[in-house]
């Protein structure tokens, strides 16, 4: 089944307590995104990558870093997480670039920091 | 002038009605256009593109309109299950996708 996986799903830590929040795609897409969703604001990019070693930032990368060595999984990495990065968080992927083909997103990550 | 605008709702409407959104973009040369459905805590899903010349599918249509620079969805003959959140995506190119902040639907028996 053609699907973008994410984990963890739920996340409950504390500040300044590094994490990592996986993505894996089975489909062969260049292109993968992370976005950060919160009530009012709708969804926001914080990083995106147009293949392999290459990564840019979105719209909001501030206290987020992220790699692609592989094709498939762009792991998302909070080194110190704050609370104002308290949010629900979604890998997508899409074909190529990011413009003319539809985006699969993975199930969210609901993130806490307290 | 934000880059893409819609209207939160929520949208209350009876099951059979017919509800349409609007969405307007600041950029006149975003390219692409979709909209995506979410579901309450769920991730979006692609709805439809949105062409030149409009399409439609089933129930619903989506129409664009550079020289305003708006896109738009019709929902016909609404059902308790298009109940959801609808969200406007635009295009520029190769640049990131820009997303609306989103249209709440609710479909009411």
């Known amino acids: 089944e053609a699907q973008v996986t994410q984990n963890p799903r739920y996340l409950i830590t504390v500040t300044g307590k590094k994490l990592t929040v996986t993505c894996s795609q089975n489909?062969?897409?260049?292109?993968m995104s992370w976005y950060r969703q919160d009530p009012g604001l709708g969804l926001r990019q914080i990083y995106y990558?147009?293949?392999?070693?290459v990564t840019d930032k979105g719209d909001v990368p501030e206290g987020y870093k992220v790699s692609r060595k592989e094709k498939r999984n762009f792991p998302l990495i909070l080194e110190s997480p704050s609370p104002n990065q308290t949010s629900l968080y979604f890998c997508?992927?899409?074909?190529w670039g990011a413009g003319a083909f539809e985006q699969y997103f993975g199930p969210g990550t609901r993130l806490t920091v307290t | 002038r934000k880059e893409v605008e819609q209207d939160p709702g929520p949208f209350n409407v009876p099951e059979g009605a017919t509800v349409a959104f609007n969405c307007t973009y600041s950029?006149?040369?975003?390219?692409?256009f979709f909209w995506y459905r979410q579901d309450c805590r769920k991730e979006p899903k692609l709805l439809m593109s949105v062409y030149s010349s409009g399409n439609e599918d089933g129930r619903f249509t989506a129409q664009l309109n550079r020289a305003s620079q708006y896109i738009s969805l019709l929902i016909r003959d609404s059902k308790l299950s298009d109940s959801a959140t609808y969200l406007c995506?635009?295009?520029?190119?190769?640049?990131?996708?820009?997303f609306g902040k989103g249209t709440r639907l609710s479909v009411i028996a």
């Open positions: 997508a992927s899409s074909l």
């Open positions: 995506v635009v295009n520029s190119g190769n640049t990131p996708l820009v």
């Open positions: 990558s147009m293949n392999v070693e």
């Open positions: 950029n006149s040369a975003s390219q692409s």
């Open positions: 489909m062969n897409h260049e292109y």
